[in-house]
């Protein structure tokens, strides 16, 4: 029996190439999206047009829409054998200069998103210990650098969340693993309706700031161009990850050919420290 894949943010970017891509290689696929009868009736009915993929309508930070959508797919397919915590916002500007409503409205996509689904989807893995939870997470839950700070922080949490709940769930049979993209061409950059909303602040910082800024956006953009990163990268990992065996995963996958591989260095160093503290500790067996 194929497998049921629900992924959420899939009216562009990264989750719609990811539905696509994972239907076309045969896996039924719950497309979640928000406002499916509404502004993305047309991406809803684009993708409900293909085999293999069904649409539903999921706010992901509402939790009786993310609640009523889990339950829909699971009346219909009987299962959910992967999530993949695709939805998700940023915020790029000065920190000093974003309100704290604008990261609150961060996290409640980025954060609390996914622990609405998780809290959604794992009673029904646990209910047959079988289960694969990927969160697209990003290269800046693992490195913060500037003018996304909010965004940064609020994948290291979803890296926390990701690799604290692993040891609550394993033991179920259900396997949690993050996705860390780089800088990729999708819509979600020319989003920033969640950065800075002080102008005073930004007025105070002044014109080099304003510079510093509009270099760190040129120097990205000139690195995807000279990389010519394709987001399709991104979705050929969901689905690598999707196809290999239970328990041969890894924990972290970074889809960035722009670092040159140093984070996915840095992730793998960092397990058997991560397994040494864990036992210095006392909780080993977790």
Not at 7 to 19: N, P
Not at 122 to 148: E, Q, Y
Request: glycine content about 10%; overall charge negative; proline content about 3%.
């Amino acid at each position: 029996m194929s497998k049921t894949i629900l992924v959420t943010g899939t009216s562009t970017g990264f989750g719609k190439l990811t539905t696509i891509t994972l239907a076309k290689e045969g896996y039924n696929v719950v497309a979640a999206m928000r406002d499916i009868k509404g502004k993305n009736a047309a991406i809803a009915a684009e993708l409900d047009a293909i085999p293999n993929i069904d649409v539903v309508d999921m706010d992901v930070t509402d939790t009786d829409s993310v609640n009523s959508a889990i339950a829909e797919t699971l009346a219909k397919h009987g299962k959910i054998d992967v999530l993949v915590n695709n939805a998700g916002v940023a915020g790029f500007g000065l920190f000093e200069a974003t309100s704290i409503e604008n990261m609150k409205s961060i996290f409640e996509v980025n954060v609390f998103g996914p622990i609405r689904t998780y809290q959604a989807v794992l009673p029904s893995m646990r209910a047959k210990k079988a289960g694969l939870i990927i969160d697209i997470s990003s290269v800046v839950g693992i490195f913060s650098g500037p003018f996304t700070v909010a965004y940064n922080m609020s994948k290291f949490g979803l890296e926390a969340l990701t690799e604290g709940l692993r040891h609550e769930v394993k033991g179920y049979g259900i396997e949690t693993a993050s996705v860390l993209p780089g800088p990729f061409p999708t819509e979600i950059g020319g989003k920033n309706g969640f950065g800075p909303d002080k102008q005073n602040i930004i007025e105070d910082y002044g014109a080099d700031a304003q510079k510093a800024f509009e270099g760190f956006g040129a120097a990205m953009g000139a690195k995807m161009e000279e990389y010519k990163t394709d987001a399709q990268e991104v979705a050929d990992a969901v689905l690598k990850l999707v196809k290999m065996e239970d328990g041969t995963r890894p924990y972290q996958t970074v889809v960035n050919r722009v670092g040159k591989n140093v984070e996915q260095e840095f992730v793998d160093k960092r397990l058997p420290v991560k397994k040494q503290w864990m036992e210095n500790i006392g909780w080993g067996a977790y």
